[in-house]
């Protein structure tokens, strides 16, 4: 047992990796066996434990330790530089470095390992200065002088990498073996004005090309821009000088594009620009180039060109109704500083300039309707699916509207009213009750935009009147739908004439009820009707009633639901067969132009009664009517329709002439209510007040005229010294 510690002298400890000498080594097991052999008996012996000691004194190291050991590191560098095998254990090497290491010969081993490895890489400058080699191989021998560098200062570390972690980290000013390679190969190799120029050269080269379409060594690019990445000399060396090519070169390409492409090809373009610079950042340009190369490239192809953008093809882009062309203009619009409010400002053009084209053209009136609710269609449309539903867009669309749809006073007003009546009329059989509701949304968005509401409900209550009067309504509840929808829009005062008329068709049946179970006669009635509504004008229209008339034909008896005229045409056939227009035009006393449109309805409609003779659609003067005894239908009672007359220039001027009577009384109210709560007021404040209290536009000149009528009716007066001052009068 005692011989067991020389069986495994690798047991015995090394202090600073110096191994014992092996006459210690025996001397340290003596001393333990001799301790053993104290406690007495072999068995005891087997239990003792080894124990070893510290030298007391730091062993010293052989003489020429220090140079023989450099000697080996130096010919292990050399062999790494050269790419030949290293002839020495790496273990070795590395023990050897820390041996070194730990007797304070450090910094002289730093600095013989730095000497070596600056003599290595100056060496290296000589291959770059060769004229004969053209860009690409030129980059290609950097980048492989690059590799092997950085493969060798790996393998450099790994050998003195406990030198690397004593005395380089306890030394700050001091870099890291790994940085003093990459300060080594930026002094002496990149920092050569000769070969950074070539080699920034080289590289704007390839990416030139690239930006032609040609296909380039994209790996090639991403080592060498990463090599200067690493070397602390990206920014200065090579990505100013890249940024400035990248704005010549697109400042170039925009103005030459703008010439040459259409609108949507040209943003097709930009956004396929976009999209490339973008890849060679992921691909192989520092991430930090990002910002400042997708900005020069916005502003060269986007931000120099946004007017030109849009005057040349916006227009067309809107008129075409290209939503995917106009997708890409918002989202490119949107990269650029004032873009979106550019395109703001052209938006609301077009807008203002399609309106008016519908608006002012008397020719367009018949569908100027039609043609807002799909023009409102397809901008809103534009809006939810190109610009993003963005709230700047929709609120200036709804200021265009409002600006170009008032640019011709009162007639847009009168005709979505009519638009409105055409929607309601019984026989309207283009839409199902829900299309029919969403019809009347629509028409309220339009509504809101217009000035002259008043008007609107001039003609909106005529048209209603008529369509209660006649039995025309197509339903009762989409009626009272819009008269809701007018009513949360205007509030109630406006619909509550609309809303009387309902009342009073009412309250009118039931009022006949009662009148025909008293008398038939119509003096009875009016002096009834008169009595039962005190205070109340009762005019009769004549042309608007209907009577239901029996008739006997071969094919048996009819009834006929017919209007006051029709009834009053038919009954003469009861004296005889046959009748001229003079005839019957003589014994009716219908004017003329009614007359004939009655005629048409009984003798040219679907259910001909009478027989013209001769045959025709228009009823001309001479011709003679038959009654028509072998008339047939299927229907036991049949609604024979009178042929609508279209609204006359008189009943418009007369509509128009009572909204403008209407207005009148509301300026002189409104003037009458200021004064009276101000007593005293300048001309100019009175009409200022004027134009915040009414809801319709007025004309200064009407103002002064009814400011003169109230003073000729001792409502005001003026003051005596100053003529614009009014003074109310109690």
Partial sequence: MADEPQKKPHLL????????????????????????????????????????????ERP???????????????????????????????????????????????????????????????????????????????????????????????????????????YVLQNS??????????????????????????????????????????????????????MLSDLQVYKESFEQRFLEETNCLYAAEGQRLMQEREVPEYLHHVNKRLEEEGDRVITYLDHSTQ?????????????????????????????????????????????????????????????????????????KDKDMVQELLDFKDKVDHIIEVCFQKNEKFINLMKESFETFINKRP???????????DSKLRAGNKEATDEELERILDKIMIIFRFIHGKDVFEAFYKKDLAKRLLVGKSASVDAEKSMLSKLKHECGAAFTSKLEGMFKDMELSKDVMVQFKQMIKLQEVFKTFYLGKHSGRKLQWQTTLGHAVLKAEFKEGKKEFQVSLFQTLVLLMFNEGDEFSFEEIKMATGVEDSELRRTLQSLACGKARVLIKNPKGKDVEDGDKFIFNGDFKHKL???????????????????????????????????????????????????????????????????????????????????????????????
Avoid at 149 to 155: A, E, G, K, S, T
Avoid at 201 to 212: A, K, P, T
Wanted: hydrophobic share 35%.
């Fill in 13 to 56: 400890g090394h202090t600073n990796g110096l191994t014992k000498p092996a006459s210690l080594a025996a001397a340290a097991t003596r001393a333990g066996g001799g301790g053993g052999g104290g406690g007495g008996g072999g068995a005891t012996a087997s239990s003792k434990k080894l124990v070893i000691k510290n030298f007391r």
């Fill in 60 to 166: 010293k190291l052989p003489d020429n330790y220090t140079q023989d050991t450099w000697q080996k590191l130096h010919e292990a560098v050399g062999a790494i530089h050269s790419s030949i095998s290293i002839k020495y254990n790496l273990e070795e090497l590395y023990q050897a470095v820390e041996n070194l290491c730990s007797y304070k010969v450090s910094a002289t081993l730093y600095k013989q390992l730095r000497q070596v490895c600056e003599d290595h890489v100056k060496a290296q400058i000589l291959q770059f200065r060769e004229d004969s080699l053209d860009s690409l191989l030129f980059l290609k021998k950097i980048n492989k002088c690059w590799q092997d560098h950085c493969r060798q200062m790996i393998m450099i570390r790994s050998i003195f990498l406990f030198l690397d972690r004593t």
């Fill in 173 to 226: 000013l001091l870099p890291s073996i790994w940085d003093m390679g990459l300060e080594l190969f930026r002094n002496h190799v990149i920092s050569d004005k000769q070969v950074q120029n070539k080699a920034i050269d080289g590289i704007l080269l390839l990416i030139e090309q690239e930006r032609n379409g040609e296909a380039v060594d994209r790996s090639l690019l991403r080592s060498l821009l990463s």
């Fill in 291 to 363: 910002k400042p190369l997708i900005a020069c490239v916005e502003k060269q192809l986007l931000g120099e060109h946004l007017t030109a953008i849009l005057q040349k093809g916006l227009d067309n882009l809107l008129d075409e109704n290209r939503i995917s062309d106009l997708t890409q203009m918002y989202q490119l619009f949107s990269r650029v500083k004032g873009g979106q409010q550019i395109l703001l400002q052209h938006w609301s053009e077009y807008i203002k300039n399609f309106g008016t084209t519908i608006v002012v053209n008397p020719e």
């Fill in 410 to 420: 009162n007639k847009p007003a009168e005709l979505i009213a009519k638009y409105v």
């Fill in 636 to 730: 036991f009672r049949i609604k024979i329709n009178q042929i609508q007359m279209k609204e006359t220039v008189e009943e418009q001027v007369s509509t128009t002439e009572r909204v403008f009577q209407d207005r009148q009384y509301q300026i002189d109210a409104a003037i009458v209510r200021i004064m009276k709560m101000r007593k005293t007021l300048g001309h100019n404040l009175l009409v200022s007040e004027l134009y915040n209290q009414l809801k319709f536009p007025v004309k200064p000149g009407d103002l002064k005229k009814r400011i003169e009528s109230l003073i000729d009716r001792d409502y005001m007066e003026r003051d005596k010294d100053n003529p614009n001052q009014y003074h109310y009068v109690a």
